[in-house]
DNA sequence: AATGAATGAGCATTCATTCAT
DNA sequence: GATGAATGAATGCTCATTCAT
């Protein structure tokens, strides 16, 4: 299903669960890039990267974004470019690192109390709200993932990081009988984060129009009943 | 989540109705472009969309195939490709209207019973199924639609016979008491179809592996939980 | 100036002079080419000829006048082109020389008196005229001219058949003393030519509007003077 | 003959008119073009001009002349053509504006005297010799002007710079009697530049030969007599 | 003779990347 | 480090000409 479902993801229901148990990614992959510039050349590097973001949303298209429009929106010379990114692929999967990270974090629920269902519809809000923020460039990851390996990988993995969190609430809730034990936590965790993120996909950047509550709604009263969720 | 969704898209419940009630496209599209084409042109067309199709799939990529991969696979000159296509993407076009209706077509539950559980479990057998067996061509398609507004559209197209379908079912399960009657029927549609196609998009584009199963069998339940069915 | 004069050409003089002394070319050229057609293919040549024709007109370019252009004109078959014709230019070459054998004809002067005077009223009159009603093929001519040597070649011959004429007039005038003796006879038919061949160019080709009837006056009057031609 | 006036153009007796009242185009056109451009880029831009020129004439066609000719001939890469031009054509729109200026300039008699026919002895001299050494361009422009619109625009723009400097003096020797009032000043314009311009084609374009001092002789006696010009 | 499909050389243009200043 | 000019490989498309039927 959805292109977004494979970059950023869905809901949660991880609870007690270390929040950020696996920030997938996160930006600490860039550490060595980073190091050994001058204040200077950290300055140049970041209008780079916001002059990028800038004008891949304003292509609305990855291939057609040129690393002249980047380096005319950030205020560069072209060269410097180069400078700083191997390539247009390099200086976007950062970009891309960064925004999945965001919803990643963004879609980590804070609700804390111990209502199953409350915790779903608080996830999915959270983070069907975080997608409708980064519906530009999630347009244009979910080009890049189809286009190169290496974003379907960067994708996937984020997927993954809800999933997992989501699997092991899935546990924990069957375990406690809890909800419907007949059912595999983890296809059901891949299932519903399916669900949730091509849904944001569908709204946010395919356009389809939806009522706010009603689709929020909807959710996550299919997310609890398909759960078989009790009380207690 | 998926651009799978996008594009073709998931399981059933279509019952009794006409089973095929809206063809979306078809192959009909293309009378035109056939019409007056003698024996000898219609071959060597033929030979274009067929070597098209094992040239996308060889090179796996929309972008990085090339009319001269597809001429070269085709086994035809060069200019022949402009004599029966415009453009790769009118071609492309014309190839990915066929994929899409032969999954919405195998995508169509033949089940006659009157037990719904059963019937999505068909429908989603039989879509996933066809989405594994047309799992290079989506790969293509899915770049095709993250790339170009005109297979973004088809791709929608596409969905949205799949869900108009299913929303009948659920209005009509919703009318006769025998699902959860608090549930907006177009938006489950919606939702549940995001699930399925992106599971498909998941399982069989991205790779991820379940067992075969397994993961029917719990499709089928979360389906089945999600709307409340009731036996009668 | 004028293209046009280049290609055809101007005005008269010729006198008693056999009228087509120097019949340019002249469509006899193809004789070898028609030798052998049955009536059939005659008749498939002359719809050739005759679809050329039109297409050039509507397209107003030699260059952008394709062959599938010409035997859609022509209602004939691509590959009946090249059964009749080595080229396009070759057809054209055809078609020019036709053309510019009629203007040839028309813009020699049937004035059958003996004043010089009336007599270049008459060939300019004759000239112009036929150069307005062959502005369309005139316009195409050139391009060609301007593009191929053999056509420049033609033009060049078609262009002398007027000078050698109105050269000869001239120096019978002179001899006669009906004319400045003073003047090169050869030369100053060459230049009056120019102006003639270049007037039509730029009035009917260019567009440059002119009063009919003042612009022939005019041009009399400037044969005239310059010649200093005499009464009697 | 005359693709020759219809671009630069011919003679003068611009007299104690401004020499170069309307000087049409001027080099100053592609002030904007230059502007921002670094010594460096407009040296290349230079070697462009320069060599596309060359080019040309080594060709000695417009349309024969290939991008990669040009780049070629100047010695830098295919991808600086782009950089410095939107295309041949604009390359080449500069180089005639260039071209037809010079022309223009240099056919602007120098003549300060009041002697009508020695002026026009004067200006037909200096247009014809500027005429012969700018031959090879004046052949590609021709082509060009035969071919596209804008450039037959470009050469009516500055055959009427000479045509209303030529009138603006057939009128005053008009007004003075010095002249046949009874010829139309501007049509007389018109036809007599018609004359030397495509004198000056046919001579060194078409490559018809003249002895040079009985040529101009000619010219002059043909404008002298024709206009009827009287000594004071 | 007629037909129209097949052929492929030819050319303009783009754009990521390199490099001299 | 910054600059922006230079580079040239890559590729889509056209269209005259050929050829099988």
């Known amino acids: ?19 950020d148990a696996e ?15 001058s204040a200077k050349g950290l300055r140049t590097r970041k209008r780079l990267l916001e002059g990028a973001r800038s004008a891949f949303e304003k292509k609305g298209s990855y291939v057609e974004t040129r690393i002249s429009d980047i380096v005319k929106e950030s205020g560069v010379a072209y060269g410097s470019f180069y400078t700083y990114f191997e390539s247009k692929e390099a200086l976007f999967y950062e970009l891309a690192v960064e925004v999945v990270h965001e ?3 963004e879609g980590t629920s804070r609700y804390r109390g111990d209502n199953p269902l409350e915790r779903i519809d608080a996830s999915n809000r959270q983070f069907l709200d975080s997608y409708r923020r980064h519906a530009a460039m999630m347009t244009i990851i979910e080009q890049a993932a189809a286009l190169y390996p290496e974003f379907r990988a960067l994708r996937r993995r984020l997927r993954q990081g809800f999933v997992d969190r989501i699997a092991a609430n899935f546990e924990r809730l ?18 519903l984060v399916s669900m949730t993120d091509n849904f944001g996909y569908l709204w946010f950047v395919l356009g389809e129009s939806f009522d706010d509550e009603k689709a929020l709604t909807t959710l996550t009263q299919l997310w609890g009943n398909s759960l078989g969720l009790r009380r207690s």
Do not use: C, F, Q, W
Request: charged fraction near 15%; avoid cysteine; glycine fraction near 6%.
């Open 174 to 191: 069957s375990s406690a009988r809890r909800m419907d034990t007949s059912i595999d936590p983890v296809i059901a965790a891949h299932a």
């Open 1 to 19: 299903m959805a292109k977004s479902t494979r970059t950023g993801t869905p809901s949660g229901l991880e609870a007690a669960s270390a929040p």
């Open 103 to 105: 919803m990643y974090v």
């Open 23 to 37: 920030p997938p990614d996160s930006a600490l992959m860039n550490a060595d890039a980073l190091a050994g510039l």
